[in-house]
């Protein structure tokens, strides 16, 4: 392999650890429920916040609806991180390798 591309491939090495070093420091949000549940993940899927609105549950009843409410948030952040992360990494990719990342 010619020295040139060698030093093109060190550096697109470079520049995929610094994007996933970017992404995993980013902060993402997701919500359901008409914003009744809110949560809060690092771009490596930690969750590091959750708001509930208070008037979520009002009675015992509710109590079922808001675990769903929040599971729905919670999906709802991983996937907008999944999506970020593919967008991210298919710039280094081409897109050539769905799911790698």
């Known amino acids: 392999m010619n ?5 093109k491939l060190q550096k697109m090495q470079r520049d995929m650890v610094r994007a996933q070093q970017e992404l995993e420091a980013s902060t993402f949000y997701g919500s359901a429920g008409g914003q009744m549940v809110k949560v809060e ?8 916040n959750i708001e509930i609105n208070p008037e979520a549950i009002e009675l ?3 109590l079922e609806m808001l ?3 929040i599971i729905s948030a919670v999906n709802d952040c991983i996937r907008k991180i999944d999506e970020e992360t593919e967008s991210v990494m298919s710039e280094f990719t081409g897109g050539g390798m769905p799911g790698l990342f």
């Open 3 to 7: 020295p040139g591309m060698i030093k």
């Open 60 to 62: 015992e009843e509710d």
């Open 67 to 69: 675990q769903d409410t």
């Open 41 to 48: 993940f690092t771009g490596n899927k930690k969750m590091t």
